[in-house]
């Protein structure tokens, strides 16, 4: 137990200093599963230390999500909470920086009415909106660590009495967000520079799309005019330098909404908002989604891509060595923050704008005309393996090899 | 466990049947101790099964507090999460129910900085008066029950096993809220009637003032003019009738502000935010505490009278048998919840509108004109015991018997 104490210092340590990059005298709001409760009190522990004046927790209690579900009338599932998305909006708006801790039940919604789910999710989307607004312009410092949540535990190593599970998942949380060093601080100064100068390499190319090719995938990304790759450290427009993701290992930018083209399937599981899609196979012409299947999820994945028109294009390419620890661990995590980081990836949905030059001051037609996608959406999934080749195509039409076998050239 | 399990579903349905009278198709904010979540989830339910379409949980966890107090800079404490009740109070605006679960560690904030402790709780009371206002003047519907907190059983039980001390105040919870009986939901309508009674007889009275006497106490408490005698059930201004506390054994009014003269002593210890405050003793002038001391939280007690010119006064007056089951189980409590329902007492600040006539269509200029006090604050502590009788005394100043040692004449 005083070594799992220890741990989590740690990981707060790294939550507040690199992921944060939380300013002296600075707000912060914590969103977290009623389990990870450890884990957030360490956060707001660090983050006082750190100078903070106010530190406010909101828990999200799956139990009582299943309730809803589970005995709510037909109609209640156009309602969300608002207002207080409203009021987080209003504490990012005054300053407040926002930690999200990640680790839900991965199978929490199964065998729930998938229409009731999809009309709870699209509601909460549009409530949402102006929160996700300031956290995808970078108006405030951000980041998202995980926590080893039972179920999620339970989920990953079915094999094993939950108590070894949770330990087993906490320690590939662990190793996958580099904290098995003796100063893990300075070893994620070091990890943000080297993605810094594969982010300055890529933007010094100016690729005009990106070729992926393996076994079911043959699919060529357009990427937006004046895109911008980005990955690792931020700097947000309070002036805050934050790493929004622990772990993090890719790299990525915004491809063209209307200029993807080919085939491709995925290559691992994705857990979304409580359940499963497995072997997602998709079509895109003009950069739309034209065909869409799923070995399992694909009701879900159907109605995913209903959400709006911008649900059926791409608002993120992401390329991620098959060397990555979390690639290298071999485990599954059924979660984005981890598995996003063991395999190149695409999004459906809404563009970063910090992924087109300027983008931040574009008026959302500005955007638009570059190529970048808008949706209430953003959902990631992985697309790479150690089969799965890319090639920058450069302006002139030539290819260059950017991966093979899912390394780095 | 299991018998724990159902004993919890009955104080869920007494809860949403009774406490709140929720409306079918009624949001509910529900705030609680993250400790009473298995209470909370049991309520969600019962509300869900009632009709409600969403039921949010707002969970404080003291132990962020704490660390509040331990780690943050001295220039925090003004600081509070303003954006969160504002976001409540637009939620009740719109129309949801309200549920608070009490139950926190009376012991918490002892051994830290009085004054930040003061400040803020200062701050927090003028960023929550709006969400106040709607509760006070019963703009909704709304509640508060009872866990049984680990720490607050440690307090309440010292010389018990924490599993032990838990155990037995949940048993004195049960019994305290009348959910010892085979139907707590026809139990509670018939106190419901008893105490309705007992407000319609004071209500036909009229009297000008009250005279409690006994040990350490001689004081008149002017009643304000056309005040409400109040207890028991409530009819929200949204039509539904609530219980606003689980328990409740008392009937209670407004004093006048300017009419209190003389002095009073505690006859409970008054748990307040986490601070103790035992053996208040306080003498008025002129509906003003002029002189005010305490064996225990003599500061804290200094500091509240300093909150504004309102905490100098008083807003609420009630009559409490000393047969009510409560004060019978002999157990100090260390919660307002309960305490307050054990003797009759007075409190420190805001009046309830719903106390005087027509009170809640009246202008804050109009209800100071008619004597209804106004503050930030509205603190209940205990003068009733065994040994103290109270007199009605008539407009036209002749004492009538109401309470002979501790019970109705």
């Given at each position: 137990?005083?070594?799992?104490?220890?741990?989590?210092?740690?990981?707060?340590?790294?939550?507040?200093?690199?992921?944060?990059?939380?300013?002296?005298?600075?707000?912060?709001?914590?969103?977290?599963?009623?389990?990870?409760?450890?884990?957030?009190?360490?956060?707001?522990?660090?983050?006082?230390?750190?100078?903070?004046?106010?530190?406010?927790?909101?828990?999200?209690?799956?139990?009582?999500?299943?309730?809803?579900?589970?005995?709510?009338?037909?109609?209640?599932?156009?309602?969300?909470?608002?207002?207080?998305?409203?009021?987080?909006?209003?504490?990012?708006?005054?300053?407040?920086?926002?930690?999200?801790?990640?680790?839900?039940?991965?199978?929490?919604?199964?065998?729930?009415?998938?229409?009731?789910?999809?009309?709870?999710?699209?509601?909460?989307?549009?409530?949402?909106?102006?929160?996700?607004?300031?956290?995808?312009?970078?108006?405030?410092?951000?980041?998202?660590?995980?926590?080893?949540?039972?179920?999620?535990?339970?989920?990953?190593?079915?094999?094993?009495?939950?108590?070894?599970?949770?330990?087993?998942?906490?320690?590939?949380?662990?190793?996958?967000?580099?904290?098995?060093?003796?100063?893990?601080?300075?070893?994620?100064?070091?990890?943000?520079?080297?993605?810094?100068?594969?982010?300055?390499?890529?933007?010094?190319?100016?690729?005009?799309?990106?070729?992926?090719?393996?076994?079911?995938?043959?699919?060529?990304?357009?990427?937006?005019?004046?895109?911008?790759?980005?990955?690792?450290?931020?700097?947000?427009?309070?002036?805050?330098?934050?790493?929004?993701?622990?772990?993090?290992?890719?790299?990525?930018?915004?491809?063209?909404?209307?200029?993807?083209?080919?085939?491709?399937?995925?290559?691992?599981?994705?857990?979304?908002?409580?359940?499963?899609?497995?072997?997602?196979?998709?079509?895109?012409?003009?950069?739309?989604?034209?065909?869409?299947?799923?070995?399992?999820?694909?009701?879900?994945?159907?109605?995913?891509?209903?959400?709006?028109?911008?649900?059926?294009?791409?608002?993120?390419?992401?390329?991620?060595?098959?060397?990555?620890?979390?690639?290298?661990?071999?485990?599954?995590?059924?979660?984005?923050?981890?598995?996003?980081n063991a395999a190149s990836h695409i999004a459906l949905g809404q563009a970063y704008s910090e992924c087109i030059e300027g983008g931040s001051q574009l008026s959302p037609e500005a955007l638009a005309a570059k190529g970048a996608n808008s949706s209430l959406i953003h959902i990631d999934w992985m697309i790479g393996s150690s089969q799965i080749d890319v090639d920058g195509i450069t302006e002139s039409g030539q290819s260059e090899p950017l991966m093979r076998a899912g390394e780095w050239v």
């Amino acid at each position: 137990m005083e070594a799992f104490a220890h741990q989590l210092q740690q990981l707060a340590k790294v939550a507040v200093h690199v992921g944060l990059g939380l300013r002296e005298g600075q707000e912060l709001v914590i969103t977290a599963p009623i389990e990870a409760a450890p884990l957030a009190r360490k956060i707001a522990e660090q983050a006082y230390r750190a100078g903070s004046p106010l530190v406010t927790v909101l828990y999200d209690d799956e139990a009582n999500t299943l309730l809803r579900f589970q005995h709510a009338p037909e109609s209640a599932f156009d309602k969300t909470p608002k207002w207080l998305f409203d009021g987080m909006a209003a504490a990012f708006q005054s300053g407040a920086a926002r930690l999200h801790i990640a680790g839900n039940d991965p199978n929490l919604l199964q065998g729930q009415n998938p229409e009731s789910v999809a009309r709870a999710n699209r509601a909460r989307s549009v409530a949402y909106r102006p929160v996700m607004e300031l956290i995808t312009t970078h108006h405030i410092n951000w980041t998202i660590v995980a926590y080893p949540h039972p179920a999620w535990a339970r989920v990953v190593f079915p094999e094993l009495s939950e108590q070894e599970a949770v330990q087993k998942l906490w320690e590939a949380i662990w190793k996958a967000s580099r904290l098995d060093t003796p100063d893990p601080v300075a070893t994620w100064q070091a990890h943000n520079q080297n993605l810094s100068m594969r982010v300055n390499y890529l933007n010094h190319k100016r690729y005009s799309a990106l070729h992926f090719k393996g076994p079911g995938t043959d699919l060529l990304v357009g990427l937006a005019d004046d895109h911008v790759w980005a990955g690792g450290a931020v700097q947000a427009k309070n002036g805050a330098v934050c790493t929004p993701n622990i772990p993090t290992e890719e790299v990525f930018t915004a491809p063209h909404k209307d200029r993807i083209e080919g085939y491709v399937r995925s290559t691992k599981p994705l857990s979304y908002q409580g359940s499963l899609l497995e072997e997602i196979e998709v079509r895109f012409e003009k950069g739309r989604v034209v065909e869409a299947k799923a070995k399992s999820g694909g009701e879900v994945l159907e109605r995913v891509l209903q959400t709006d028109e911008g649900a059926r294009s791409l608002g993120e390419v992401a390329l991620v060595p098959h060397s990555s620890p979390i690639a290298q661990s071999g485990v599954l995590f059924y979660n984005t923050l981890f598995d996003e980081n063991a395999a190149s990836h695409i999004a459906l949905g809404q563009a970063y704008s910090e992924c087109i030059e300027g983008g931040s001051q574009l008026s959302p037609e500005a955007l638009a005309a570059k190529g970048a996608n808008s949706s209430l959406i953003h959902i990631d999934w992985m697309i790479g393996s150690s089969q799965i080749d890319v090639d920058g195509i450069t302006e002139s039409g030539q290819s260059e090899p950017l991966m093979r076998a899912g390394e780095w050239v």
